[in-house]
């Protein structure tokens, strides 16, 4: 998906890999497939994504997580930086060389940081693991 988006109604993916941004990626998401997350440069999510697919972060740009995301599936931050300010209870996050993971919120599940990765805990608050 590319492009601004002014949807902001519910969506289900349950097969298949959805690509998009911040931009073009609104409202409540049940993920029960692959969602990537290519921010380019930096967005917000404000919405809240649950399901139990994989939620992938790609792109150079920050991916802020304001919502109270009950996903349960696998996160991958490939490259940028995810920062979580609301929560975030996927099974496991894996940030790669390079990515960066951070914020001021909580995660749910364990996280494995892969050498040349950074932890960046947010100004006010600390991410809680």
């Known amino acids: ?21 911040t931009n073009s990626l609104q409202g409540a998401i049940a993920n029960n497939a692959a969602l990537t997350f290519e921010q380019g440069t930096d967005g917000t999510y404000t919405g809240n994504l649950t399901g139990a697919g994989v939620l992938n972060k790609t ?20 490259a940028g930086s995810l920062l979580v300010n609301g929560t975030l209870n996927s099974a496991a996050v894996q940030v790669a060389s390079g990515a960066t993971l951070g914020g001021s919120g909580s995660l749910g599940g364990a996280v494995t940081m892969a050498d040349g990765s950074t932890l960046k805990a947010g100004a006010a608050t600390p991410l809680s693991v």
Do not use: I
Request: net charge neutral; hydrophobic share 20%.
């Open 1 to 21: 998906l590319t492009g601004a988006n002014t949807y902001s109604g519910g969506t289900t993916l349950n097969g298949g890999t959805t690509t998009g941004n």
């Open 59 to 78: 792109g150079t740009g920050a991916l802020l997580l304001t919502g109270n995301n009950t996903l349960t599936g696998n996160t991958n931050v490939n």
